[in-house]
């Protein structure tokens, strides 16, 4: 009864008690819980996307005699060797039966060297191209391009090495050939392997034990994504190597045990996503965690104040300090549990529906029961520190020991912060390399923005005495009554300003969360523009798109492009090859790092390269040769059209002339190369070449500006005619020669090249200067001149690349005899990319990969991050306005005689309002500022490489700006303000009521 009856006039402290509780545990669960869901729908989607040797990992062992027990072996060490917390990962896995080197088959012309395969479910996988799939084991498939490389035709009869026939019924295709299941193996793709491989032949499993060949079984493993959580995704990074060993340990398999694919390295990238949301967002969860923590203290220093009186009535009556902290401690359970419970059991409520239908985890539980004892611990220790025994109450030195220990903490607080931050600083991010070689979250600099949230906050209290002497000093100018609410101000002590700590912890977490949403959101935009390079780029095709000509809903501008990789020093660069004149179109802006006019004008096309006129269907090519006999007697015009597509023109040749067609393509052509082929040409030799359309004999301009090089081993017997006229003069007697007439350009003939910075660096190269450059897989080098230097090169994920010009690397490959490049890419320039891939679903052919700047399902989960730092700023706020209106009240009722005095000396109810609104309303502005000041610097400090940690395939040339979230940020700040300037005028009201009904008797009192 007791314990009621000191309850009931604190109701207002344990209801604010009550809301921190319920706020902390719903935070708690829904947080992790959502926290969760994300990774695993980020973990998810992240896995789906892998296509290819990217998606799941491959096991080879020699076919066993007993084919169905070596299966049912091995898919169960498969399956039990991939484990997480000791639960089975879902895989799926897949067994078909192969040879590794083509076989020998009779067939009706002929012997067919052809490998032979079992594939259990190609029909899901691949679509019928011709007659029907195999029914019984006498019959067989076969992969549609290995058909017609080998001449193999449906009702083909073909015998294996063992003697078994089977007949030919059908031909297919991959369905998907960036489906996982095919593993970006080419034999089943494309018909032809390495080494000359072709096949498959797909046979009955039945037939292999008298193929009279030696077959090998394989296993493809794969995640299935649909079932997979984040907590997951180290077993299945592990998996390539942990299977291959637990298969090498059973000695059935001996040590044949061969594995492929590569799923490693693209697990990293999912898996660093989820640890950088993780990491992220702990960081505004501790200081949620921690303005909790200092609310509830706050609480309970209010409740132990207001029970000075009672406390020490109770203990001149003989109360001990043991017995009260009981009291405390079951008045704190008495409010905590249920409002632990309740939150709890609201946020698992509404979880599901939020967060990918995750269940509530184990963390957050945790939290909810920490949060519960935090409150309890509180409660209990403030009401044992306002009970002193009677000896503590005499000691002189116990304000000296308070003031003491006050200051230690506020010093303890500030160097753990700045060891915390240089931690951050150090690493640039909250994440580490583990000792395995993975990335883990570093304890301290995770904690590093609560921790000078903190302490920025601590040491503008400790400053507050500077303040106080202010207002002492404006008090002293002002008359009168006016200078009470200044007086008051200055002569607060440290426990009463704690709502500046309050408010300045809530708008600094506010400022916090606006800077890092801002900067996030500008340089993952960014970033994922710099990787995509335009508006959406389809990647993956074979031959020009079929949609080259049309003008895309949604299009601005669209080009060709094309792809290498070069070597430069010791390394492997990837070169992006796009139109100069297209650059300034079709490459999308990103400030400060790409200006694409910067880069056409650096990359100016200075070849005059031959149009063919509108309409053009082919091209007659008229020779003069002086003496006759000086002839050619082949000739060959490559042409490039429109999309970037090279084409070699073979001319039919009729006396003095050559005819030849062009192929379907876009208009404008323009003529790349002129091949010459001379036989028996006496020095001083000419041969002079006209070009003019079919048909109407239009003719062709050539100019006058042509280089000459020789592709059939470097004779320096020749030189191209001047002038006018285009050709070769023969300068020393030949046998035979072919020689190839290019256009000149102004530049020379190295190939103007633009760097990226961090390639100059590493490379040592500067403006100006010259490399011999290997085009991997042309087998020979491309003479350069870097003409400009650029942070970055749009196209490519890494901060490494370089930047050509389409048409003048297909110049330097031709000038050099090089293996001719293909444009494999269309880029288009588009506001509306949504629009534009809706439009080209279903029209891009097999193979091609569609991208866009917006985000991809696999960095979602870091978006989640950005969602749970603005939860938790308002998390903060709220926390911090409940706190400061539950200790004004709690203050106002604290001040009741000071009010029943004042209302006796005649000062009015409305002055006493209005001067305790001047008091609360400095305090507040105090905090505001404060909160305004540290979260500038705190973000200034930590947000850029905070944000940074979340952008996926983050560019370290990419400079990370510090950005504000305007709407965002300006509309929470405008709550607080609101809700602070309610809280104010309520604090007021509450005065002049109080002021109302103050007595003359309370006033003599």
Known sequence: MLALKRARPRVALFLATFGVVFLLAALSVGLSGFLAGSATAGARAGLAALTGSSGGFRITIPLARDATAQDVRVHREIIDGVLSDGQRVPLRVLRDVETLAAVELDGPRGVVRSALASIPGLRGGADLVSGAWPADATQASIQADAAVALGVRVGDTLALPGGARVTIVGTWRAHNPSDPIWLGSALPLTGLGYGGVAGFVVIDPS??????????????????????????????????????????????NGKSVDQDGRIQPAMNVI?????????????????????????????????????????????????????LVLGAAVEAAIISVPAAVVGAALAAAVLPGVAHGTAVTAVGWTGVGLTALAAIGVLATSAGLSSPDEAQQRSESGDRIRSTVGIAAVALVVVVAIVAVSQFLLYGSPLTTTVAGGLGVDPLAVTAPALALAALSLIGLALFPLVSRAAERIAHGLVGLSALPVRQLARRDRAAITPILLVALAVAGLVFSATYSGTWQVSSAATRAVQVGTGVRVTGLSSPPSFEGRVIPGQRAAAPAGTADVQIGDSLVPMVELPVARIGDVVTPVSPAVDPHELARRLADAVARPQLPTGARGIVVSVVATPASAAPTDLEITVVDAVGTLTTLRGTRDRGSFTMQLPPGTAPWVVRAIDVQLLRAPENARVSIALHTTGDGRPIPLGNTWTLSDLGGGNPGFTALTGATTGVRVTAATDGARLRLQPRAEGGERLPIVISASLAKSAGLRVGGQIDMPLVGSGGDLLATVVGIAPVIPGLSSDDGVLADLGSVQDAVLRSGLNSTATSEWWIATDKPGEVSHWLTGRLPVGAVLETRDTVPADEVLGSANTVVWIAAIAIALLGMLAVAAGLAAEVRARNEQVALLRALGVGRRLQARGRAVEVGALLALGLLAGLIDGVIVSALIVPDLARTAVPGALAALPTVLALDALAGIGSLLAVVLVAGGILLATAAAVRRQAGLATSGEGRR
């Open 207 to 252: 037939l292999w034990a008298h193929s009279g060949t030696a077959p090998v079984a394989r296993w493809t493993v794969l995640p299935q994504a649909s079932r997979i959580t984040a907590p997951q995704l180290a077993a299945i990074q592990r998996s390539p190597d942990t299977v291959p060993i637990a298969l090498l340990a059973d000695s059935r």
């Open 271 to 323: 898996v660093s996503n989820v640890q950088a949301a993780s990491a992220v967002s702990i960081a505004p969860l501790v200081i949620v965690g921690l303005l909790g923590v200092v609310t509830l203290i706050e609480l309970a220093r209010m409740l132990s104040q207001l029970r000075d009186g009672e406390t020490r009535l109770l203990r001149a009556r003989g109360a001990t300090r043991q017995r």
